[in-house]
């Protein structure tokens, strides 16, 4: 039923290139476990053990705050539709901010949606498969909108002061490095 492998098969590649939805966790050493889901064109492969992913702003920023303290992240994605699967990414994540010199370059390989907080870069360190057996089946419809629409009115000075009054402590009173 399920796999452990080193590193990602140009069928699973394929598999995360159909997915409209992946789900991102980190911890830092103590305090709360965060699970976020992410949707929107976000998402890229950039080697066998190496994504990258565009983190756009909201209500939280405790996936930032882990990583400065503790680098591990899991990534994982669900097959809502067709045949049963749950693939499992982990590995260790460095993220870079809009002023990285970093930043332009990668960015390029994502539509350029407003507030745009950071692009995670993950190494994989392995890959696991599970059945998904008992997910359930969904029809996917379309991408909501609707987070594209909030950081367009704001415009980026609004997003900056958001990000200066939500954005810059976790949950656990931790830095998000903004």
């Known amino acids: 039923m399920g796999k452990i492998l080193t ?5 699973l590649k394929k598999f995360i290139q159909e997915q409209q939805m992946f789900f991102v966790a980190t911890a830092p050493a ?9 949707g929107m064109d976000t998402f890229r492969i950039v080697g066998d053990n190496k994504i990258i992913w565009l983190n756009l702003t909201g209500s939280g920023n405790e996936t930032a705050a882990h990583v400065l303290e503790n680098k591990r992240m899991t990534i994982m994605f669900c097959s809502f539709m067709g045949n049963p699967l749950i693939l499992r990414l982990y590995g ?3 993220f870079y901010q809009p002023e990285h010199p970093e930043w332009d370059t990668l960015a390029e390989l994502f ?3 407003g507030g745009r ?5 993950m190494d994989i360190e392995s890959v696991q498969t599970s059945c998904g057996y008992a997910v359930p089946l969904y029809e996917y419809q379309e991408q909501r909108t609707r987070l594209e629409k909030w ?19 976790s949950l656990d009173g931790k830095s998000t490095g903004i």
């Open 111 to 113: 539509p350029a949606y």
């Open 92 to 94: 260790t994540a460095i």
């Open 117 to 121: 907080r950071q692009i995670f870069e």
């Open 30 to 38: 103590d305090g709360k476990v965060n699970l976020s889901p992410k």
């Open 151 to 169: 950081a367009d009115e704001k415009g980026e000075s609004g997003i900056c002061e958001y990000w200066e009054e939500k954005n810059k402590v």
């Open 7 to 11: 590193k990602l098969s140009t069928p």
